[in-house]
């Protein structure tokens, strides 16, 4: 299809483990986002990709997480040493330029349970 | 810092009946304000979007929202709601100055009533 996909859609993992997120964007979008969202809450921003480089990563929450988009297209999210606070959907997002002027394609999500 | 605030967890409306879900905002500089709508087990979509100009933006499905800089806030409506506009509704900040950074407030939920 032609939107974002995220994958896998669901992943449970026990405490410790390490966990990787995919997303492929929409093709030609050169601004990438991963957030995260718990249950009842708004999404949280977590890191933003300006083509290959984070031009911004203030909501990565601590130095167990870690993306990468190493061709400036598919971006991996990385979880070391899961905890069991890291329990949420992440969403990533993709946009032909910045959010400031366009809008964002979202995903429908990874859901994350660290038993 | 930014922040967005959504005072209504829940609104319940009857179908045909107008809609206000409210959204108040934090941000330095000039805001880019933004509606997304979350539809059971599917992702964000885009409703609409306020940069610059006219106060009244018109987006998707019969929405609008009114940018109101006095009172910080961006308010979304719709003169007459449908059952199939039940859904969780999202408004989103973002900084002249943020490259690009949106900041969600916490969500309202939608229910319409036939």
């Known amino acids: 299809g032609a939107g974002v996909s995220q994958t896998p859609s669901n992943k449970v993992t026990e405490k410790g483990k390490y966990v990787e997120l995919r997303c492929d964007p929409i093709?030609?979008?050169?601004?990438l986002y991963w957030y995260r969202q718990s249950l009842g809450q708004g999404p949280e921003f977590l890191i933003y990709?300006?083509?290959?480089?984070?031009?911004?990563d203030s909501g990565l929450p601590n130095d167990r997480f870690f993306a990468v988009r190493p061709e400036g297209s598919v971006s991996t999210l990385k979880i070391q040493r899961t905890e069991r606070g890291d329990s949420a959907m992440y969403l990533c997002?993709?946009?032909?330029?910045?959010?400031?002027?366009?809008?964002?394609?979202f995903g429908e999500g990874s859901r994350l349970t660290v038993l | 810092a930014q922040s967005v605030a959504q005072p209504e967890d829940q609104v319940n409306v009857a179908e045909g009946n107008p809609l206000t879900v409210k959204c108040t905002y934090s941000?330095?500089?000039?805001?880019?304000l933004f509606w997304y709508v979350q539809y059971p087990n599917r992702g964000l979509q885009f409703l609409l979007k306020?940069?610059?100009?006219?106060?009244l933006v018109k987006g998707s499905y019969g929405f609008e929202a009114e940018f109101n800089k006095s009172q910080t806030s961006f308010h979304l409506k719709k003169p007459s709601a449908l059952v199939s506009d039940s859904a969780l509704y999202f408004c989103?900040?973002?900084?002249?100055?943020?490259?690009?950074?949106?900041?969600f407030g916490q969500g309202t939920e939608l229910s319409v009533k036939p």
């Open positions: 997002a993709s946009s032909p330029q910045g959010a400031n002027t366009g809008e964002l394609f």
């Open positions: 941000v330095s500089g000039n805001p880019y």
């Open positions: 093709s030609g979008h050169t601004a």
């Open positions: 306020y940069i610059t100009g006219d106060n």
């Open positions: 990709f300006q083509g290959t480089g984070a031009a911004d």
């Open positions: 989103a900040v973002s900084g002249s100055n943020q490259g690009g950074k949106l900041i």
